[in-house]
């Protein structure tokens, strides 16, 4: 007797279990430490010292029934102003207090802008591959998502068909960069361009369109490499962070949006997403996390740990013969399958006890993600299983494919 | 540029910010001391120190990675079976782990609910006086909100009304004992009616009717009063929790629901508020919070000072020739309007420095709402101006009321 929508988001579901459930199973049948489990992006650094330490400080000098209690649904003013200051300092912004909303995780804060956005049929476009639960997100305020085809010779936005598909009833625009599941950051110029065309079409139909980053793996960037922060190239941008990565306290659920002065009626997206804050039950971001973060801003997750592991995948892969983009930030390597129907890759890895995740589940078949935020044995005991895979495909040893060179 | 249905939205939610920045305004002319805000609902007793002693230990503890890190949507299975247990134990329910969906507060529960349960058009039965958020959580998922009129000689639920409301299109009712805003438990006697109505409905139109309880105020319960566990007398019941008032919690947003075996369609309605909690961006209960509160489940806030505030408040009220039920439960008192406008009464009100809501805002006009979760002071404080008040109104010093004689 559930909602019918329910009905096949349970089933969708379900494969996804099936899964988790699969490798379960295998790791009974075969010992954990046999089993390559690249399916799961769960952080598995421990986070910094420093926020266990605020935490307890918190409990011990700050007020317990302010610390435990309700606040402004879009989160206490200190912490607020706290995290614009810091944003100003890194990226050279100029955001108040009042721009930012505490929010249960990224995922929270989408949620609650969909939900301050969206009027029934509106459309909201976004980049494959994409993280699939957008779909969901969008479907709960009954938008409609627009997938823009992917570009796979450099996993950069293809906006050329972007162009083509904005309409007069699209309101928002979905990017992750650094991208799930690619590991690839969108590039200084992409952005850019990607703004004029959003310019341009905001003129053309007399609408606004808001650009929504999705920004999580934002401190998980490798080599040194900038993620362009996107609210100093277009007017409409609204950034949803989380310190579910950049801290791993992904179960904690808090993050925030930044929704800047510059958004076309932003006095009034502000209270609409306080509002939603409120009524869709998130009510507020947990307190005593918020006050947490508010402490940590300048601490970060060991990422040397997660660089280590990138690149003994991606040389390990290399080697083997396999295609992909290097990638420059997250903890997702995007692998190009030897076979055009990636699910018999897929199936063919689990003999070799490595899971992986098919590309369609990001509307991008032909290709598989490894999530590589696993131990460093992992990735060394894994690779046996690659050589044969590739073996098994015919693939050159050390050979370059046709998209890992950079 | 925000969705119309936020608009009228984010007009209802000015009325109540303007509300506390009046009681500001007051507190900054007058001085804090002098004005006397029962308006909100925050609790403001601290948490048990048993709260803070589990947080800092499970630090210590427990593996940091798996602290705050991501689990199973439904929650932590451990913390799910010694929540389970605890039930158990004190009222003789036989439920499992499996039972438990842990969740963002009561908030988010019934937000997954009714996004598991609703199909658009779909109807919710509510008994007046309500909490008015109520409205919100089923029109997100275009549900339609039904009120049942309320009976003002005793504030238990209009059953006679009730029964005549159901229809084929009823999905769910929703009740909330201790209940805001009255503080009246729903007896054992109103709850047993309650259940046989729904199953002669339910059999009369071959439908499930979910009855989804909303107890945030169950261990408020005043001179060892009993609430009655709802699951043990109707087999399609829904409890949403929240430790919120029972540990005084309400900004960590952490509760649960349960979803007992005896539901129809168990499995699949469990399953779905699994997706459910997921893809509204919850993703899970704040993971940290899940763990201390599995560590306090015999631990609770102090009931004796919210006791004491209501024994000052009826008695005072009760002196002046006001007319009310004595609250059992919660921590709110609904005061008899001594005009018909109780909007007139409430703006008589601040006069004397008093806030109260209109009873307009839970469906029950001619009343007002007074939440004596504030300082034992502001109630004596109140107090002459509570005398001023019944003199202006011509009430007779400690006359009984037609409602205060419980």
Chains 1, 2 share one sequence.
Not at 85 to 104: C, E, K, P, Q, W
Not at 250 to 269: H, N, S
Not at 293 to 306: H, I, K, P, S, T
Not at 332 to 357: A, N, Q, T
């Amino acid at each position: 007797m559930i909602a019918e929508k329910m009905k096949s988001l349970v089933k969708g579901s379900s494969a996804i279990r099936a899964m988790f459930e699969e490798g379960k199973r295998m790791a009974a049948l075969y010992g954990a430490q046999n089993v390559y489990d690249f399916s799961l992006g769960n952080p598995n650094v421990a986070a910094p010292k420093a926020v266990n330490e605020a935490i307890c400080q918190i409990l011990k000098e700050e007020d317990p029934v302010e610390v435990h209690g309700y606040m402004n649904n879009s989160g206490y003013e200190d912490v607020r102003e706290a995290i614009a200051a810091s944003l100003n300092r890194r990226f050279g912004t100029s955001f108040t207090g009042d721009a930012i909303v505490m929010t249960v995780g990224a995922a929270g804060g989408l949620n609650v802008m969909f939900k301050t956005l969206l009027n029934p049929g509106e459309e909201v476009l976004v980049f494959a591959p994409f993280f699939g639960e957008y779909r969901s997100y969008v479907d709960n305020y009954e938008g409609v998502l627009k997938v823009v085809p992917p570009q796979t010779e450099t996993f950069q936005p293809n906006l050329k068909a972007f162009g083509e598909m904005i309409t007069e009833k699209t309101k928002a625009v979905i990017i992750n960069t650094p991208n799930n599941p690619t590991g690839v950051i969108y590039s200084e110029d992409t952005i850019k361009e990607m703004a004029r065309i959003l310019e341009e079409k905001e003129s053309q139909f007399g609408s606004s369109i808001y650009l929504i980053s999705d920004e999580p793996y934002r401190e998980l960037a490798y080599d040194g490499a900038q993620v362009p922060y996107l609210t100093k190239y277009y007017h409409n941008t609204v950034v949803g962070y989380s310190y579910s990565k950049s801290l791993s306290l992904p179960g904690e659920r808090i993050g925030y949006l930044v929704l800047p002065d510059e958004l076309d009626d932003a006095e009034e997206v502000r209270g609409a997403a306080n509002v939603a804050t409120r009524i869709l039950g998130f009510v507020n971001a947990p307190s005593l996390m918020q006050r947490a973060v508010a402490r940590c801003l300048d601490e970060q997750v060991d990422l040397e740990f997660y660089d280590r592991n990138r690149k003994a995948l991606c040389e390990g892969l290399k080697k083997c013969g396999f295609s992909f983009i290097w990638p420059q930030g997250a903890f997702y390597l995007f692998l190009k399958s030897p076979v055009e129907d990636e699910k018999e890759f897929c199936e063919k890895g689990k003999e070799y006890h490595i899971l992986m995740v098919p590309g369609s589940s990001f509307a991008c078949p032909g290709y598989v993600r490894l999530a590589y935020c696993v131990s460093y044995e992992t990735i060394q005991g894994a690779m046996p299983g690659f050589e044969k895979l590739a073996q098994d495909y015919g693939l050159k040893s050390n050979g370059a494919g046709r998209t890992d060179e950079n």
